[in-house]
């Protein structure tokens, strides 16, 4: 890799270890470490790669390391005639997450259904026009959420079928 390349991937890490730190409430250190390994790639990154590459201390990276694991985030797999560890990101984790968003989006459109439903039942006991609900967010937020759930569910479709061929 270039000088640039690697300057490049430790920007990302750190970005995108801020995003996942937040999105995931995990340690500063964990959410560097998923991320580093993230942007590895198949071929996996070893406990030495994250002590070198992250600066922390060995006990600090087997610390997160073993919490990352616990918490099925990341795998690991062995190479015939090493004695090293290779940690991947785990794809079901990402396929959780998937399921996660779409429950979600799936609960939001049903309260904003309901919550629709009843300003539209409120407002023909309404006489003022002034004083009737508005109903253009709901409607347009239901819509957004039926396709970002499509969306998603594509994704995680492809996810699913690109797994199987393997």
């Known amino acids: ?9 430790q920007r990302l890490i750190e970005k995108l270890g801020v995003a996942i730190e937040q999105k995931d409430h995990l340690a500063p250190v964990a959410a560097r470490i998923l991320s580093y ?38 795998l690991y797999f062995t190479k015939p005639g090493d004695r090293k560890k290779y940690y991947t990101i785990n794809h079901d ?41 508005e109903l253009d967010f709901h409607d347009d937020y239901i819509a957004f959420l039926e396709e970002a759930t499509q969306s998603i569910s594509k994704l995680k479709s492809k996810i699913i079928e690109k797994k199987h061929k393997f």
Not at 114 to 126: A, D, L, P, S
Request: net charge negative; aromatic share 6%.
């Open 37 to 74: 390994i993230i942007l590895t790639g198949k071929a996996g990154t070893t406990f030495e790669d994250l002590v070198s590459n992250l600066c922390a201390s060995k006990s600090t990276i087997s610390t997160h390391l073993n919490h990352l694991n616990d918490l099925k985030k990341v």
């Open 93 to 133: 984790n990402i396929l959780t997450s998937i399921e996660v968003m779409i429950e979600s989006w799936l609960a939001q459109k049903e309260l904003h259904l309901e919550i629709r439903e009843y300003k539209q039942e409120t407002n023909k006991f309404r006489e003022d026009e002034a004083s009737k609900f």
């Open 1 to 9: 890799m270039t000088n640039e390349v690697c300057k490049q991937k």
